[in-house]
């Protein structure tokens, strides 16, 4: 069964920056477009990013000019760089496959606050 494996979240200040790893334990990377969701606390998970196994990227409004999405195909691993991070960015961040959906990792926290 694929695994899938976030990591990088933490407490951060409104303005700065941090740098998401998802890991597969498989090769699902070089065959399907994958995508980072996010759960803020009593609220959904939403899918926000998503790259495509061609490196086409898309972005929903709210993250768009400041998050940016990447993908190792040899290394099984995706990336999100989150700069200009803002309160309403606090969430769980995990990513999953955009068409199916794996059984879902940990996720990964992720807290802006002064």
């Known amino acids: 069964q694929v695994q899938l494996v976030e990591s990088g979240g933490g407490l951060v200040q409104p303005g700065g920056s941090l740098r998401l790893s998802c890991a597969a334990s498989?090769?699902?990377?070089?065959?399907?477009?994958m995508g980072w969701y996010r759960q803020a606390p009593g609220k959904q998970r939403n899918l926000f990013a998503t790259v495509g196994s061609d490196g086409t990227t898309n972005y929903a409004d709210s993250v768009k000019g400041r998050f940016t999405i990447s993908r190792d195909n040899a290394e099984n691993i995706m990336y999100l760089q989150m700069n200009s991070l803002k309160p309403e960015d606090t969430a769980v961040y995990y990513c999953?496959?955009?068409?199916?959906?794996?059984?879902w990792g940990q996720g990964t926290q992720v807290t802006v606050s002064s």
């Open positions: 999953n496959v955009v068409q199916y959906h794996l059984p």
């Open positions: 498989t090769n699902i990377f070089s065959f399907n477009r």
